[in-house]
T-cell receptor, first 114, second 113 residues
Framework: QKEVEQDPGPLSVPEGAIVSLNCTYSNSAFQYFMWYRQYSRKGPELLMYTYSSGNKEDGRFTAQVDKSSKYISLFIRDSQPSDSATYLCAMTPNPGGSNYKLTFGKGTLLTVNP | DVKVTQSSRYLVKRTGEKVFLECVQDMDHENMFWYRQDPGLGLRLIYFSYDVKMKEKGDIPEGYSVSREKKERFSLILESASTNQTSMYLC????????????FGSGTQLSVL
């Protein structure tokens, strides 16, 4: 079983839809969870960051972590064509200090149609 | 705004050539990373560095080496390029105390013929 599993999609939705993006993981040591967004021909950029279980909201975006199920989600409300991008989940046991790295999912390609 | 600059957007090289990919960041980040990104395989860490002249192997270091002589610059070297190294290469950097936030460059699409 891979450490992080993410459905690659592609996912195509109409403008205004609620989008749900998900990742599962197998390493129970993961404590910090991130979502990166990558536009075409660009590098990824950090979108959301959460620690341990629970929800975090930022505008139209909500990140949810369920450590008991080893499952994380990103919800996008009122999706816009500008949300069209690849979304990558990432996680780590501890982001501080040296000798550190993130484990990424493979990314889900999302298209929001006007 | 933090800037991570990769020297080339597109690069075409021949099999067996020595290839240098350069990355410069302007935010005094301690940590720098080299990833490759391939369809269906996602982002894979090649090497990272948490200080000048320090380096650590990532998940796929074979066929690559790195150099970090100055804090702002991290170079990826393909000693003898092969066709299976055709890929998108992404450089990233971060502060040690806020490692969850990686700042990525726009990438170099390398084709090895």
């Amino acid at each position: 079983q891979k450490e992080v599993e993410q459905d690659p999609g592609p996912l195509s939705v109409p403008e205004g839809a609620i989008v749900s993006l998900n990742c599962t993981y197998s390493n129970s040591a993961f404590q910090y969870f991130m979502w990166y967004r990558q536009y075409s021909r660009k590098g990824p950029e950090l979108l959301m960051y959460t620690y341990s279980s629970g929800n975090k909201e930022d505008g139209r975006f909500t990140a949810q972590v369920d450590k008991s199920s080893k499952y994380i989600s990103l919800f996008i409300r009122d999706s816009q064509p500008s949300d069209s991008a690849t979304y990558l989940c990432a996680m780590t046991p501890n982001p501080g200090g040296s000798n550190y790295k993130l484990t990424f999912g493979k990314g889900t390609l999302l298209t929001v149609n006007p | 705004d933090v800037k991570v600059t990769q020297s080339s957007r597109y690069l075409v090289k021949r099999t067996g050539e020595k290839v240098f990919l350069e990355c410069v960041q302007d935010m005094d980040h301690e940590n720098m990373f080299w990833y490759r990104q391939d369809p269906g395989l996602g982002l894979r860490l090649i090497y990272f560095s948490y200080d000048v002249k320090m380096k650590e192997k990532g998940d796929i270091p074979e066929g690559y080496s790195v150099s970090r002589e100055k804090k702002e610059r991290f170079s990826l070297i393909l000693e003898s390029a092969s066709t299976n190294q055709t890929s998108m290469y992404l450089c990233a950097s971060s502060w040690t105390e806020k490692n969850e936030k990686l700042f990525f460059g726009s990438g170099t699409q390398l084709s090895v013929l």
